[in-house]
């Protein structure tokens, strides 16, 4: 089993609509939470870091971190074609670790 | 101020040759990280690297695999004898302490074993 599992997708759907990404995890021990946009050909560029279990906004995205149930997730709000790209969940156990655990990666198209 | 630069961006090996893929951290990062996204799957740490010392290389192939990260020039991910199971994109993240989480990615070398 992986220590973190994430649908690869392909994920595709009308410009405009909420979307909804999500990691599971194994290890209990992980404290953040990441999110990273990879568009084709590029490197991963971070979008969003979240502390243990709660929501954190920034602009139209959403992070929230279940602990309980192992299970994080980043919602997308008013989709743009230019959110098109690949989005990697990443966790670690503590703060400033250097080792990042990724998730494979969700490819996600948002069609004009 | 440049990101991480990383060269080449593609990079065709024959199998059993050595490839070397170059890393320049972002001015005034002296932490380095490497990670092998191999192709459908997502990102596996393989080093950590400060300047001339490796700090933790728990993700690096026991053989054929080195990095270092000398005084002056950039971070060096060296694969020996490559082969076809190599072929990856390889990224290189620097960050200005010892915080993973904190770094920024470079773009990537593509490496294809033919």
């Known amino acids: 089993q992986k220590e973190v599992e994430q649908d690869p997708g392909p994920l595709s759907v009308p410009e405009g609509a909420i979307v909804s990404l999500n990691c599971t995890y194994s290890?209990?021990?992980?404290?953040?939470f990441m999110w990273y946009r990879q568009y084709s050909r590029k490197g991963p560029e971070l979008l969003m870091y979240?502390?243990?279990?709660g929501n954190k906004e920034d602009g139209r995205f959403t992070a929230q971190v279940d602990k309980s149930s192992k299970y994080i997730s980043l919602f997308i709000r008013d989709s743009q074609p230019s959110d098109s790209a690949t989005y990697l969940c990443?966790?670690?156990?503590?703060?400033?670790?250097?080792?990042?655990?990724f998730g494979q990666g969700t490819r996600l198209t948002i069609n004009p | 101020n440049a990101g991480v630069m990383q060269n080449p961006r593609h990079l065709v090996r024959r199998r059993g040759q050595e490839a070397r893929l170059r890393c320049s951290p972002m001015?005034?990062?002296?932490?380095v990280y490497w990670y092998r996204q191999l192709p459908e799957e997502g990102l596996k740490f393989m080093v950590y690297?400060?300047?001339?010392?490796?700090?933790?290389e728990s993700g690096m192939p026991k053989e054929r695999f080195s990095a270092e990260f000398p005084k002056e020039g950039p971070s060096i991910l060296r694969i020996q004898q490559v082969v076809r199971g190599d072929s990856a994109a390889y990224f290189c993240?620097?960050?200005?302490?010892?915080?993973?989480?904190?770094?920024?990615f470079g773009q990537g070398t593509r490496l294809t074993v033919v």
């Open positions: 993240a620097s960050s200005q302490n010892q915080r993973g989480t904190e770094a920024f």
């Open positions: 290890n209990s021990a992980f404290q953040y």
């Open positions: 979240t502390y243990s279990s």
């Open positions: 990443a966790m670690t156990l503590i703060q400033g670790a250097q080792k990042l655990v």
């Open positions: 001015k005034g990062h002296s932490h």
């Open positions: 690297l400060q300047k001339e010392n490796i700090i933790d």
